[in-house]
């Protein structure tokens, strides 16, 4: 049943604003993904970020503390660089190696919070994300890692090298895990670049931008009208988004074609 109550401004403005953090790492980024055929490679790094949260919370840290934050880094950067490692040892077989660590990683923290009597309720948090409840203090931290990402990539991706990918990619993902939990991460990352992959750097960026931001605008949107998850509901607009929107801006381009 539809009701416009939960048309909260003052929390929806901040997971919106989450959203777009999201999206200014994850877009470039994911075209890089997309481009090098290594898709599950985010699935796999957030779910080992996710790990180390959970072994941070296993010690009587907080989730959302300081401790957790460096424990989920620490654990990302490990996983990138064991990823880097076997990239060229793996060949073919990278995707299949990436999805082996995701499912390892999966079911560490399974394990590791079996005896938990919250445990699925953490599982869950880190899977479908908690976007509504973010705070600024979060978001304010994670825009300046987005905005530090995304200088280093566009300045200097032709001199950091491969592994400087893998640092780039374990930070970014860390962040947004945090703030939008491991599904929503990998659909902000793969889905709007997926969509735009046939265009120019700079046709598929602003595709993609379009894409994520009317994904996630409409998705909180509709998450708060039928009172639904906002993460599930989300990753099911991008993925609308993405076949819905390329098709109306190139009808919309032949028409302005036309009639000029």
């Not at 996710?50 to 072994?55: A, S």
């Not at 995701?102 to 994300?129: C, D, Q, R, W, Y």
């Not at 598929?204 to 931001?213: P, Q, V």
Request: hydrophobic residues 60%; aromatic residues 8%.
């Amino acid at each position: 049943m539809m009701s416009v109550e939960g048309l909260d401004i003052s929390i929806l403005a901040p997971a919106f604003l989450a959203g777009i953090i999201v999206l200014i790492t994850h877009i470039p980024l994911g075209r890089e993904v997309v481009k090098r055929g290594i898709i599950f490679i985010d699935l796999a790094i957030a779910q080992i970020a996710g790990l180390g949260v959970i072994i941070a919370f296993q010690f009587g840290w907080e989730m959302h503390g300081l401790e957790a934050q460096v424990a989920a880094v620490t654990s990302a950067l490990l996983g990138a660089w064991l990823l880097h490692s076997i990239e060229k040892k793996a060949g073919e077989h990278l995707e299949a190696l990436i999805g082996v660590s995701f499912v390892l990683a999966a079911t560490a923290s399974i394990l590791m919070l079996a005896h938990n009597p919250h445990g699925s309720e953490h599982i869950k948090e880190l899977l479908v994300g908690q976007i509504l409840w973010v705070d600024w203090s979060q978001i304010l931290v994670a825009a300046v890692i987005s905005m530090i990402v995304v200088f280093v990539w566009f300045n200097f991706k032709n001199k950091i090298g491969n592994i400087g990918f893998y640092i780039l990619f374990a930070i970014s993902i860390t962040s947004a895990v945090q703030l939008i939990g491991v599904y929503l991460v990998f659909t902000s990352l793969v889905v709007p670049a997926l969509a735009a992959a046939k265009y120019q750097t700079k046709p598929a960026l602003a595709l993609a931008g379009i894409i994520g931001i009317t994904g996630y605008l409409s998705g909180l949107i509709a998450s708060a009208l039928f009172d639904l998850p906002s993460g599930a509901v989300i990753v099911w607009c991008l993925a609308v988004s993405a076949l819905v929107i390329p098709v109306l801006l190139s009808k919309l381009f032949i028409t302005v074609k036309n009639n000029s």
